[in-house]
């Protein structure tokens, strides 16, 4: 039991590679402070729809990403691409990597993939990175 007078100390996050300063690192959070330790940040292979993470350095603000799954919608795509020849293999990755513009991928990658260039537009916009946005509370 605490005294009503003793103000909390803040739950402090896990040890763990949290998202750095610089864009696409990670930085490791031993638990109490940052370390120098840095990495190309890693992709998770599957993340629920707009995750949250703990940003340590924030102050407890929240890292929300664009980030989606559907089930359905990976199994189409990936079926799809198998029939196709790969013709529609920048539409399979934007559903497996949840982006949030998967079906324009498509849409594109359908209408305009016999281009080439059209082709590689969907598939540059299916790798690009989520977008993150930094929510306080």
Known sequence: MTDAGTPHEPTRPPAGWYPSERPGYERWWDGVSWTEMERPAQLPLSQPSGQQQFAPSTGGGMLVTDQRTSGIEITLAWILTVLTLGYLLPWAIA????????????????????????????????????RQVLTHR
């Open 95 to 130: 559903a497996t990597r949840g982006k949030s513009n998967s079906v324009a991928v498509g849409v594109l990658n359908l209408l305009l993939g016999w281009t080439v260039i059209g082709w590689v537009i969907a598939l540059v916009m299916a790798c690009t990175a989520h």
